[in-house]
């Protein structure tokens, strides 16, 4: 894992110094609101609907033992005892008080974390494969380059304020587990036919209100040129991205309108152009970032097999390990969407435990996935019974992982003011109707997810099923839409047609999952019998 | 009824305007500005007792003031899904 140098350490150090003084500025009244607000939004701290939110960056959502105990010591301390896992890798604490937030950061500091760039118009928090490092289908790990991109875009002057907020994905497998061609710049590690190490560039993904898929504009680019690569993309944006209307100003928009052609040859003018300037981070630099990401000292005698007589720890195995690229490993990763519970809610107890467990079996390394859960990268499989056991114990086993019960959903009403519905009752009971295991794994992988308004936090735009809450004359409502994927076959889910109340829309989803056992072909998902037999089916049974 | 709300600046928390230099926690103990809201809120937010404050239009119920708005009712029950950090799990959410 990376390790901050001086540099890192006095950049966030000083952060938090400001911010203090900021905040005490603010308490006595030397700043008013609309003068701390843009202060304290760089510092990731929110007013929500009930109190302050803080939003902690985990870059790519990669982090040891001690931060993890440090995320549940605020838990703790500062907040209520739990704290949410997002679907940009990173935590919210929701019941924050302003006047405990420099501490909080202090502490934050204290190893290698803070909140800066969470929020406003600038480079977000870079996200990544949640299986960097371990998957067996990686062709390298992104997490080097995603460093690369992390220091770049930290406090970049140039892209502090830019049109719009921007969210950059790096991964480097076929599988894309990040949902990278839904990033305002999405970019895929490659070899080309020479065998050297390139990335493919695909600008002006997004979900929000108008969602679209990123076009790949470039199919290459040299390893070492992807910084000046990044910033020229950012710079055509940063020029010619609409300021004058907030609906409209995301890059997607810019690459839209203009066509990806155009915006392409654009940017492959200013490359060209910077390529002259020589401003490429030195190579060495690459160099002493990789360091970082060596592989642990796995156990090279570990072995492959796996006593599987106890049932429940089988279906666990089953559903919830990964392929590790190292013999005698496996990627193990933890639900957190227990039946009823609330989707990546984690209390401080768990939250400690996952980091005590991380530290015995996984090399001290976590992971939290853009779909709320968290993995523990390199468990040895020997270890595996005894992890689970463990984790069995303190509600951190269900073994749903991909399945329907496996949703992704955003605050909502219940948290968040800018909803027009909530998102986590409608999880709950879909996890409750759906709560039989062998039911779920009946269905097969199912991705749900919920969105609580139009902003898409909850991906529902890239979900087989998609839900978004919407408020029709005071009263909420959801839509259905079907067909959506955040992964490599990639696509954007349609409306199914009117919405329903809260318990019609748990009625609807159980619908058009009866619908898919029933026109299924053997060997097909959810979402691959909705792409064969289309809308029509599903209509019906939802409507007639 | 007009009442009248916001976050305390210090805390975060929810809090609705009670009559005078007054806030609590509670919407039960909320008061009507009437036309008054613009200029108590002024006059509040520039003496730091409220921060980020609006007015919610409400109305007179069984249960006291209650505003008509569901993201209104949620602020003034807290989450909904967590009725152990709720300030009042008695406020209707839906169906008033
Ligand atoms: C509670 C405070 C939150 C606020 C105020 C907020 C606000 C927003 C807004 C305004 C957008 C739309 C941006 C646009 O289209 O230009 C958005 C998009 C998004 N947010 Fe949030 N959000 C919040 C929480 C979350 C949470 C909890 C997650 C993760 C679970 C999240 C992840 C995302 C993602 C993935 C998108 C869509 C991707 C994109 O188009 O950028 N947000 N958010
Ligand atoms: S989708 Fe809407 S309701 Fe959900 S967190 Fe985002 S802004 Fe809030």
């Known amino acids: 894992m990376y390790e901050y140098d001086q540099y890192d350490q006095a950049m966030v150090d000083a952060r938090v110094e400001e911010f203090r003084d900021q ?4 308490l006595a009244g030397e700043l008013t609101e609309d003068q701390f607000k843009p202060l304290r939004l760089m510092n990731g701290l929110y007013l929500q609907l009930h109190a302050y939110m803080l939003r902690v960056a985990i870059p790519y959502g990669t982090l040891n033992s001690e931060q993890m105990k440090m995320l549940g010591h605020i838990a703790r301390k500062y907040d209520r005892g739990y704290g949410h896992f997002t679907t940009r890798q990173n935590i919210q604490y929701n019941w924050i008080k302003l006047e405990d937030a420099p501490d909080i950061l202090a502490d934050l500091a204290t190893v290698e974390m803070h909140a800066i760039q969470t929020s406003g118009n600038c480079i977000r928090n870079i996200s990544s494969d949640q299986f960097a490092g371990a998957a067996a289908d990686e062709l390298t790990d992104p997490r080097p380059w995603a460093e690369l991109l992390r220091q770049w875009s930290s406090f970049h002057p140039e892209f502090s304020y ?31 036919d020479a065998g050297e190490l390139g990335a493919k560039f695909f600008v002006g993904g997004g979900m929000g209100r108008t969602p679209m898929i990123g076009p790949e504009i470039r199919d290459f680019v040299p390893a070492d040129e992807l910084i000046h690569y990044a910033e020229a993309c950012l710079r055509v944006y940063n020029r010619y991205g609409r300021r004058d209307n907030k609906y409209k100003a995301r890059i997607k928009i810019l690459v839209h309108e203009l066509g990806a052609e155009e915006y392409t040859r654009q940017v492959e003018e200013e490359f060209a152009h910077m390529k002259t300037l020589g401003l490429n981070p030195p190579v060495a630099e690459l160099a002493r970032i990789t360091e970082f990401f060596q592989d642990p000292a796995y156990d090279s005698r570990a072995r492959d097999e796996l006593d599987l007589t106890d049932p429940d720890f089988r279906i666990w195995v089953e559903q919830n390990t990964h392929p590790h690229k190292q013999t005698g490993y496996a990627i193990a990763n933890i639900s957190l969407k227990p039946t009823g519970g609330i989707p990546g809610d984690a209390s401080a107890d768990q939250i400690d435990l996952m980091a005590d467990l991380a530290k015995e079996y996984s090399f001290d390394e976590l992971r939290v996935t853009h779909a709320q859960n968290i993995v523990l990268p390199h468990v040895k499989k020997s270890d595996l019974y005894a992890l689970w056991q463990k984790l069995d114990e303190a509600g951190l086993a269900p073994p749903n992982l991909d399945l329907i019960s496996d949703m992704i959903a955003c605050p909502g009403l219940d948290y968040c003011s800018l909803a027009n519905a909530r998102s986590i009752p409608v999880a709950q009971k879909i996890g409750e109707r759906f709560a039989d295991i062998g039911r779920q794994k009946e269905l097969g992988e199912l991705k749900l997810k919920i969105s609580g308004c139009i902003n898409a936090c909850g991906h529902h735009h890239a979900g087989h099923i998609g839900i978004l809450g919407v408020d029709r004359k005071g009263v909420e409502n959801y839509q259905l839409s079907l067909g959506g994927s955040g992964a490599e076959d990639v696509s954007l889910a349609k409306i199914t047609g009117p919405g329903f109340d809260e318990d019609g829309i748990v009625d609807a989803v159980e619908k058009v999952t009866d619908v898919y056992l029933r026109d299924r072909t053997n060997g097909e998902r959810f979402v691959d019998t909705y792409r064969r037999i289309g809308m029509a089916p599903f209509k019906e049974a939802l409507y007639d | 009824m007009n009442l009248l709300t916001g976050n305390d600046l210090k805390t975060g928390d929810v809090i609705w305007w009670a009559g005078g230099q007054n806030w609590s926690l509670h919407v039960a103990d909320a008061q009507d500005a009437g036309d008054e809201g613009e200029a108590i809120l002024a006059r509040e937010e520039k003496a730091r007792r409220v921060n ?13 003031p209650m505003p008509l708005h569901i993201k209104e009712r949620v602020r003034a029950s807290g989450p909904t899904v967590r009725s152990d950090l709720a300030i009042n799990t008695d406020i209707p959410i839906v169906g008033v």
């Open chain 1, 162 to 192: 830019l049109p719009r907020k921007f969210k950059i994905a790096v991964i480097a497998s076929d599988e894309d587990r990040a949902a990278m061609r839904l990033h305002d710049i999405g970019i895929q590690l490659v070899r080309n």
């Open chain 1, 23 to 26: 905040t005490r500025r603010r």
């Open chain 2, 52 to 64: 980020a404050s609006y007015i919610v239009a409400a109305e007179m119920t069984d249960k006291g």
